[in-house]
């Protein structure tokens, strides 16, 4: 029996993707604990109402979750605690570029390194000298948080996760962690208490989850996330990333998309047991 968790974030209605995403974590289980995640760290684009529609859909499909539902605006002093570790450690660094000052960084570059989704952050600011860094700060320029991936790197050694691409997810295959996969990740900006990468690894922890299903785009991710468990000290759940749910031209479901979101479908007079059924045939 397993832990395992559904994350969704409030901007957007929930569509199929997202309902194949919770059926399966919740399948992944077991007989074990199915724990819900709301991920709205992104307070300009977070909606209470949308908070509501995730719970309303849910339950609609027929799930149900342990309590409490933890909520990541409520855990900003978790992620300040894990950045300050991770930089008494020398291991975070502030970024002053812009998009477009790392987009023509690259465009210079004749050899830019490249990552999963692209050509990576260059590290253009790891060479800032510490007088030039205050000297930003203090003209309030605006920055993000990077992780040294060379420097974790030589800290940690070889590291690994535990992979299994299929349900009902047994046979798991030890997978070799790349550090510098995808570069000097963004860990927080000035203003915002972490990233991505930083609040799932935290909260993970803090939710005792021990099985982490999700799509397949999101492998790359779990190298990172393996670099950041094992600076911190947390416990590294295992992992099972599921094929994705396609529309009707072969793209991933995506709100950025405007796929078409499991409120429509309930309007439509569609049936939840018609869509849990489609989803488990696809």
Not at 85 to 114: K, N, Q, V, W
Request: charged share 20%; hydrophobic share 40%.
């Amino acid at each position: 029996m397993f832990v395992t968790r559904f994350a969704p974030s409030p901007t957007g209605y929930l569509h199929l993707g997202h309902a194949f995403a919770a059926l399966t974590a919740q399948a992944a289980a077991q007989g074990g604990r199915f724990l819900l995640r709301i991920e709205d760290l992104d307070a300009s684009r977070t909606r209470e109402t949308l908070v509501e529609a995730i719970f309303s859909d849910l339950r609609w499909l027929g799930l149900g979750w342990g309590e409490p539902v933890l909520r990541q605006s409520a855990r900003t002093g978790a992620y300040a605690s894990a950045l300050d570790e991770l930089r008494a450690m020398g291991l975070i660094y502030p970024c002053f570029c812009t998009r477009g000052d790392i987009a023509a960084e690259i465009a210079r570059s004749a050899e830019a390194p490249h990552g999963p989704d692209g050509p990576l952050y260059p590290g253009t600011c790891r060479q800032l000298s510490a007088k030039e860094r205050v000297r930003l700060e203090d003209a309030g320029a605006p920055y993000a948080l990077r992780l040294h991936s060379t420097k974790a790197a030589a800290r940690l050694g070889p590291l690994f996760f535990e992979e299994s691409g299929r349900f009902p997810y047994a046979d798991y295959q030890y997978v070799a962690v790349d550090p510098l996969l995808s570069g000097d990740v963004v860990l927080g900006r000035k203003g915002t208490p972490a990233s991505y990468h930083l609040a799932v690894v935290i909260d993970d922890a803090a939710q005792g989850v021990t099985l982490v299903t999700r799509g397949r785009d999101l492998l790359p991710s779990t190298h990172t996330q393996r670099v950041l468990q094992s600076l911190l000290g947390l416990p590294a759940p295992k992992y099972a990333h599921h094929r994705l749910i396609l529309d009707i031209e072969g793209r991933k479901m995506s709100k950025r998309e405007h796929a078409r979101s499991l409120q429509d479908l309930r309007r439509a007079g569609i049936a939840p047991e018609a869509i849990v059924a489609m989803l488990q045939g696809t």
